[in-house]
């Protein structure tokens, strides 16, 4: 990666022999040089905080209001440009997040496009939202399945055809 390296523990009794801080992106991202976590978040325990980007957010830009989160605006987050995050509660970050809730949270219909509308929209155990008709479909076929699999007629059938494959 080429740029300018900006450091941000400046004033930190170990500026000159740890000194960590970001290097600038061409897409505007402050992207963290020190080190990060599996979830790609920078890691940088000063301000009273683990995470670089909430670190730097309190370095250069001031206090985040009690129990909220920052939001990456960019969808990086090795990213610790203050302009690129936001204070959100947590639901709205998950919500705005790429994971499997999130994604369906933003759709107007499901996969069979019936509407998510509030008739129609049931929350499941994990807070996702399910599609009553759908739910609805998928237990007619299975109650269709469980006829069929009791059917008397047909196992006799089925008995028969397997002692006549025995005894062959
Ligand atoms: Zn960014
Ligand atoms: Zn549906």
Redesign the pocket.
Same mark, same amino acid.
């Given at each position: 990666m080429t740029g300018v390296f900006v450091q941000l523990n400046t004033a930190s009794h170990m500026a000159k022999t740890r000194p960590v801080g970001y290097m600038i992106a061409e897409n505007g991202c402050w992207l963290w040089t020190g080190c990060t976590e599996h979830n790609g978040y920078g890691q940088w325990r000063a301000h009273g905080e683990k995470w670089a980007h909430r670190a730097a957010y309190r370095l250069l830009k001031g206090p985040i209001p009690d129990g909220l989160t920052l939001d990456h605006l960019c969808r990086n987050p090795g990213c610790v440009n203050p302009h690129h995050l936001e204070p959100v509660t947590h639901r709205e970050n998950v919500l705005r997040g790429e994971g499997f809730c999130a994604r369906k949270a933003r759709q107007t219909h &499901?996969?069979?496009s019936?509407p998510f509308d509030a008739e129609n929209t049931y929350i499941d155990k994990r807070g996702c939202r399910q &599609?009553r008709? &759908?739910i609805r479909a998928k237990n007619r076929r299975r109650a269709k399945n469980r006829r069929r699999a009791y059917s008397p007629e047909k196992r006799a059938a089925q008995y028969t055809k397997g002692k006549a494959r025995a005894t062959r």
């Open positions: &499901c996969i069979r019936h &599609c008709a &759908c």
